[in-house]
């Protein structure tokens, strides 16, 4: 792996096919920044990748590949190494969850979960880190190196009908906060990006109710959650202006911030329970 010799120039965003993975791509297109796609849909990174080199005349490369599958963070390494791209940012924002007791799903789907969530996300960021601490000292301050790792407000307390996924983005954070203070002097910026429920395809509601027991309560309840979650676009402007000021931990909304403080001050038991009945659908 080229560490040194070669100019960090673009920013790579995992999931960028969709949702706040696409939201950011826009963002830091609009503000003159070279992107690599990353998202296993081809044909939506290609024409997200059409849009933004048109609309704000950057390069954009796009890497079509499942990032759960094995060796997928020597494969994305290697293939970026081939194509000769540096990068200066890391957005490691692809990740899914699944619904449901943890008895509910198989083993595979957890394991496909962590190794997304945890595995990737962890493999990137010590693969391309070398390349910006090594950078970082000769880089302007607005446009020092830097990696956005995408938590959750789930990473602040236990999910019961969701624990695996939450539990993943609880290494998230535990995991960015560590090494936000471990780069904090080499000018390498660190943040975790924490949105609460936000309008995107992440749920998926037959993975709540399976398709033929949605009866017109749930969609009433479905549609109720929908309208109470944020934009893509806000939350992903909250995160994107976070990690240029060199925030450590950004949690977009008030009431989201609120809520992730609350688990602090309360006893466990009864977080975990206000989780559980949030989580459940009546
Ligand atoms: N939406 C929320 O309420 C919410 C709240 C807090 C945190 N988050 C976090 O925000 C991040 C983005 O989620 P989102 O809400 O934007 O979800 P989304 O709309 O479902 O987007 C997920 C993105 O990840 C990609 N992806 C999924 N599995 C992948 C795989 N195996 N390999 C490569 N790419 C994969 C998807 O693209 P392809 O399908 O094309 O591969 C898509 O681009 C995640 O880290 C999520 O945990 C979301």
Redesign the pocket.
């Known amino acids: 792996m080229k560490t040194t010799t070669t100019p960090l120039t673009h920013v790579l965003i995992?999931?960028?096919?969709?949702?706040?993975?696409?939201e950011l791509a826009r963002l830091f297109a609009a503000d003159g920044h070279s992107l690599v796609l990353?998202?296993?849909?081809e044909e939506?990174l290609a024409a997200l990748a059409q849009t933004l080199q048109k609309d704000f005349e950057v390069d954009v490369q796009i890497i079509p590949?499942?990032?759960?599958a094995p060796q997928a963070v020597s494969g994305l390494l290697r293939a970026l190494q081939d194509a000769d791209l540096g990068i200066k940012v890391l957005v490691n924002?692809?990740?899914?969850?699944s619904y449901g007791r943890v008895l509910d799903r198989e083993f595979d789907v957890y394991q496909r979960m962590i190794d997304?969530?945890i595995t990737t996300l962890t493999g990137l960021t010590r693969g391309l880190l070398p390349a910006m601490e090594a950078a970082a000292g000769a880089m302007d301050g607005k446009d020092k190196p830097g990696i956005i790792n995408?938590?959750?407000?789930?990473a602040f307390q236990p999910g019961p009908l969701m624990a695996v996924y939450f539990a993943t983005?609880s290494y998230v954070l535990s995991f960015t906060e560590a090494l936000h203070e471990e780069m904090l002097e080499k000018g390498v910026r660190v943040t975790a990006f924490c949105?609460?429920?936000?309008r995107?395809?992440?749920?998926v509601q037959e993975d709540m109710v399976p398709a033929g027991e949605i009866t017109d309560q749930h969609r009433t309840e479905f549609e109720r959650r929908d309208a109470n979650?944020m934009s893509?676009g806000l939350a992903a402007l909250v995160g994107y202006n976070a990690f240029k000021n060199g925030k450590a931990i950004v949690i977009p909304g008030f009431k989201n911030r609120l809520l992730a403080q609350a688990s602090r001050f309360l006893p466990r038991s009864v977080v975990r329970r206000i989780a559980h009945n949030f989580l459940r659908i009546k």
Do not use: H, Y
């Not at 990353?38 to 849909?41: G, K, N, T």
């Not at 590949?65 to 759960?68: C, E, R």
């Open positions: 995992t999931g960028a096919s969709a949702g706040l993975g696409f990353v998202a296993r849909r939506k590949a499942d990032l759960a924002n692809a990740a899914f969850g997304l969530n995408v938590g959750s407000t789930a983005k949105p609460g429920p936000t995107t395809e992440f749920f979650r893509p």
